[in-house]
């Protein structure tokens, strides 16, 4: 049972990056699933959250209107589409979800101890 984040790499500012996080072992179907991100020196930060249906999603202001998130059950994977990066956007990446199901992530979805699962993480630079 793992996650499994990849697609990471260097980008030049203004260049975009597609992310996937695919679930191993078992079903992600049933999970809300996040994205994280920290820098060096930094606390981890919640970027992007997407419901179980997909319907709802949330992000960092920071990076609305830049970032998208999805899912595709068929794949049993999430995705994090990352267009217009700046240098502020370098971190390692990982994605999570909560095998606990609490009922109110939503308010909360951007807490690091809301998720219970994480994937290994993938380093994303932008440097020119």
């Known amino acids: 049972v793992q996650l499994q984040a990849f697609g990471g790499g260097l980008v030049e500012p203004g260049g975009s990056l597609r992310l996937s996080c695919a679930a191993s072992?078992?079903?992600?179907?049933?999970?809300?699933v996040a994205w994280f991100r920290q820098a060096p020196g930094k606390e981890r930060e919640g970027v992007s959250y997407?419901?179980?249906?997909?319907?709802?999603?949330y992000y960092l202001d920071s990076v609305k209107g830049r970032f998208t998130i999805s899912r595709d059950n068929y794949r049993n994977s999430v995705y994090l589409q990352m267009d217009s990066l700046n240098p502020e956007d370098a971190a390692v990446y990982y994605c999570?979800?909560?095998?606990?199901?609490?009922?109110?992530?939503?308010?909360?979805?951007?807490?690091?101890?809301?998720?219970?699962?994480w994937g290994q993480g993938t380093q994303v630079t932008v440097s020119s």
């Open positions: 072992g078992f079903t992600l179907d049933y999970y809300v």
């Open positions: 997407i419901s179980i249906n997909g319907l709802r999603t």
């Open positions: 999570a979800i909560d095998r606990r199901l609490h009922s109110n992530i939503e308010s909360y979805w951007n807490r690091p101890d809301e998720y219970d699962l």
